[in-house]
């Protein structure tokens, strides 16, 4: 073989002996003959991951998990009217989610003559702590797959609010999967791939890219900036608070639907930023909106981000020194029945609209709790009629789905939903 | 001052020491006097960037850079008719590049009664490897400004390309703005406080989000996978070859213009892949289309990812070995008189096509070179008839930019074109 391009026959090298043109208008038998050639290398070829963030649990991954810095969100219309196809989708799904988590990749290509298992673009990334996350929409309890009583109470369709801009077609879904991790391709691979598996059973409904915010200290706990330049979460619910996420966001005994315990329910909106209306109103009016100092993010009330939020105080002239409708005023627990909410949500920017030339940015927000009636939909009416932000924010898109607990070794997502059904 | 949330009257920290309220309320005299008050803290409270790209130099930033994890590409259209605007807004945008590049916020903002002059969702972030590059469309070169004389021949309008589905509302414009960083709100922010700083003399008409892939070893000479699944740049220009970027990057000697000498020309093509056909074809026809084997990225004439590329090698019984309409071949220096680019794309994931449910995803493609007519047209040109992969793809935005040589310290984008210009 000459290293220089020439013409002489060369047989390829890592392929079969003879002519892969011939053999492309063979016969199967040949082909079968030669099922192992030429065909991605399984496991050896791909790095065992130490970022792996384990895929079976009594909860779910990626509720409790701290939050990665990618996601890729995506919702699915069942294509399919039959249960059991539906159950086969979920375990199918599942077995992929075990590998995918561990930075494996797909498996059950036999040749070359066959599509790929998969697809590849995460091939050599390792598992960037990738989890999956899956959620069932309200409509899948619909009578087509026999579930409609095990509709959660806690389930229910999100009212209207006040303002709300909702574009359909990147709301609601039978389906949801949540992926997150530390690298972009990762996350998409994962999706990717799950929709791909879906074919024949369920089709992507909308997807949804976020970004969240490295930082560049090096403590974990350092809290992100949102779009608004703002320090956002600083007193959200923490994993190593276990009584909090008991109180607050797993399904538990108070639950209707017994399939449902050591679940949640997941909230996500599409809450576009009117960016460049915010970039124009003055610093100290952005901060009596939110009711915190932009630098530091402390509260009004201090000087230090995590200083107490003295909702009562007020200046020595009048007036509440966190004013009336500054956000966290609004969302606070004391004023929506002592209610919290895990917010595990993601910056957006998908590009200018086209409409008005401004930029088409903002918050997905993604929410997990016990019971959106109580939690969710109360926060919400509060800040839809009284948070100072709403002028600033438009809610485009929605969807509420009801996660299930977590899966068992060798089981599947959904598997107490089928379990108990099957029961009744 | 009580931690409990009391409501004794209380004195607001870190700020004035008698009532906001009131001085909300109050002249512009009162709040002249306290223009340090309770503002973003400058200089200090950002980390000096130890990551930080240089701004200046001979070249710009961002094309010879080896390629950031991120991506957002901005499109401008002006909407001032001045001329003199025009050059201050370069003047603007180069002096807050010069700060954004090292990780500094953007500063000017007097008070907190006025807007922040940084949006500061990048605080604390340092530079993230952040590069900024910025382009001149055909269309700034038009009577408006007085530039016409200065048009250079090599930015011509890209011929419309068999296959080509342009969405007019995502090609062209007057100025773009590549934004590169390692972090995804470092690279928005930018953009995002350009485009502020644009107000009344350009506007957004469109803007890219794209994602690189990171690689899980240590060596930062893997080459990417692109959504293909297939490693994507093997044979692609590197930095370290000063004399391949001489003779198909730079602008130099040959331009008809001396004010692009040390520029380039960038030529963006969002390229939308049909995944999900590409998902159903065999390994065996991938490996055909590409010319490459999916796993190792060795050309099918050889074993490992950087063995020659034989295009005159054929089988035994007939038939290249690489086909005739592999992508490596049609886009092969020496099938398109000895030409090359630099390839500097993104991979995109944009949510799911409403018309189709399918994944509107792919590659955001960005090359750089001397002259486009010579290079991306004639190797366009050639794909656009014979890659085996056009069946995959559809090309559905596309642009062309004059990026002007490097900034000299203290001078700004573009300079050399409006200091050429005057003198003639």
């Known amino acids: 073989m ?17 002519s892969r043109r011939a053999l492309l208008a063979g016969t199967s038998a040949a082909a079968a003959g030669l099922v192992t050639a030429g065909i991605i290398a399984k496991g050896s070829a791909f790095a065992a991951a130490s970022d792996a963030i384990a895929f079976t649990g009594i909860h779910q991954a990626g509720i409790a998990t701290p939050a990665q810095e990618r996601l890729v969100f995506a919702a699915f219309d069942l294509t399919t ?34 599509p790929p298992a998969d697809t590849g673009e995460a091939t050599g990334l390792g598992s960037a702590n990738l989890t999956l996350t899956v959620g069932f929409g309200r409509s899948m309890f619909d ?3 026999g579930l409609a009583s095990r509709l959660p109470a806690a389930l229910v369709d999100l009212p209207e609010f006040p303002g709300d801009q909702l574009d359909p077609s990147r709301s609601g879904g039978d389906l949801c999967v949540q992926a997150c991790a530390d690298d972009a391709q990762v996350a998409f691979h994962a999706i990717h791939n799950l929709a791909r598996l879906a074919t024949g059973s369920a089709a992507l409904r909308w997807m949804q ?63 576009r930023t009117h960016l460049e209306q915010w970039a124009a109103t003055s610093l100290a009016a952005q901060q009596d909106v939110i009711g915190r100092f932009k630098a530091s993010g402390a509260p009004l009330t201090g000087h230090r981000e995590h200083d107490p939020v003295k909702l009562g105080a ?25 209610q919290r909410i895990l917010r595990r949500g993601y910056s957006f920017a998908d590009g200018v609209d ?10 997905f927000f993604i929410c997990f ?20 932000l709403r002028e600033y924010v438009a809610h485009t898109a929605s969807a509420a789905f009801a996660c299930p607990p977590g899966v068992a070794e060798g089981g599947f997502w959904g598997e107490t939903l089928f379990r108990t059904s099957r029961r009744t």
Do not use: C
């Not at 000459?2 to 003879?18: D, H, Q, W, Y």
């Not at 539906?86 to 797909?106: V, Y």
């Not at 949640?264 to 599409?270: G, I, P, T």
């Open 81 to 114: 009217a039959s249960r059991s196809e539906l159950e086969d989708l979920l375990r199918t799904w599942s077995a992929a989610a075990a590998r995918l988590t561990e930075g494996q990749p797909l498996e059950g290509s036999a040749s070359e003559w066959q």
């Open 369 to 388: 709790q016990k019971d959106p009636r109580a939690q969710f939909i109360r926060i919400q009416s509060s800040l839809a009629y009284n948070d100072a």
């Open 354 to 363: 086209p409409t008005t030339g401004e930029l088409d940015a903002g918050l």
């Open 209 to 271: 890219v976020g970004f969240n915010r490295t930082s560049s200290t090096s403590s974990a706990q350092t809290t992100p900036r949102n779009l608004l330049g703002f320090k956002d979460g600083t007193d959200n619910l923490v994993a190593q608070d276990a009584a909090s996420f008991d109180r607050f966001v797993w399904a538990g005994e108070e639950s209707d639907q017994s399939w449902m315990r050591g679940g949640s329910y997941l909230v996500a909106r599409r809450i």
């Open 143 to 145: 009578r087509r797959f």
């Open 2 to 18: 000459s290293e220089t391009g020439a013409t002489a026959p060369m047989e390829r090298p890592g392929g079969p002996r003879f």
């Open 314 to 338: 007020y200046e020595p002239h009048g007036g509440y020194v966190i004013p009336a409708g500054a956000h966290i005023r609004v969302a606070a627990p004391q004023n929506n029945g002592g």
